[in-house]
């Protein structure tokens, strides 16, 4: 096996452990949301076109060069989101992995908001102030990576958050607490 292969074998199980993880949380319906991880020679391993996160397998992830095409034998498509992903790589060098999820309690305050600022400790410590931005989802892969320059998590409205980390723990760990700020939020405003 090559170096490269052995790459994608680790980096498809760690996807795979993180799909099932997002689901688990309900930060993802059952065929919603993406996930990838960056290819040391380009482009990245990334969830199939409407794979369920929480049965994700070798199968149902795809290798993509940088520009976006399947990298490898015939099968699923990639994620429709591979631009988006691909785009905060480019614009984010320190970025090894992106989870794209819908956290149900931060998309409602981003109906409202435009920008999600903690209360809660956590929420302040790993995420500072949230932008929350338009984007058609068409045209939001530029924004979204812009957005990710300067945070470790946007959230585009009435969409979901684009959350990108040094491993995909990391973009976990953002998605998972942003979903708690808001949570926060919205039930100390009852």
């Not at 500072?128 to 892969?141: N, Q, T, Y």
């Amino acid at each position: 096996m090559t170096a490269n292969r052995d790459q994608d074998d680790v980096a498809a199980e760690l996807l795979i452990e993180a799909g099932r993880d997002l689901w688990t949380a309900g930060l993802v319906t059952s065929h919603g949301g993406n996930v990838s991880s960056r290819r040391g020679r380009g482009g990245a391993l990334i969830s199939a076109t409407g794979a369920m996160l929480g049965r994700l397998s070798t199968d149902t992830l795809v290798p993509v060069n940088a520009g976006g095409r399947p990298d490898g034998v015939p099968g699923p498509e990639p994620s429709s989101d591979t631009r988006i992903h691909l785009a905060i790589y480019r614009a984010v060098p320190e970025a090894a992995a992106v989870i794209h999820a819908h956290p149900v309690h931060a998309i409602a305050m981003g109906f409202d908001w435009d920008v999600i600022a903690p209360r809660n400790l956590e929420g302040r410590l790993f995420l500072g102030r949230v932008p929350v931005i338009d984007a058609e989802w068409e045209e939001s892969a530029e924004p979204v990576a812009a957005a990710l320059t300067e945070h470790p998590i946007v959230l585009v409205r009435g969409h979901g958050s684009y959350a990108r980390g040094v491993d995909i723990w990391d973009a976990l760990r953002v998605t998972s607490t942003l979903e708690e700020a808001a949570h926060i939020i919205l039930l100390a405003q009852r």
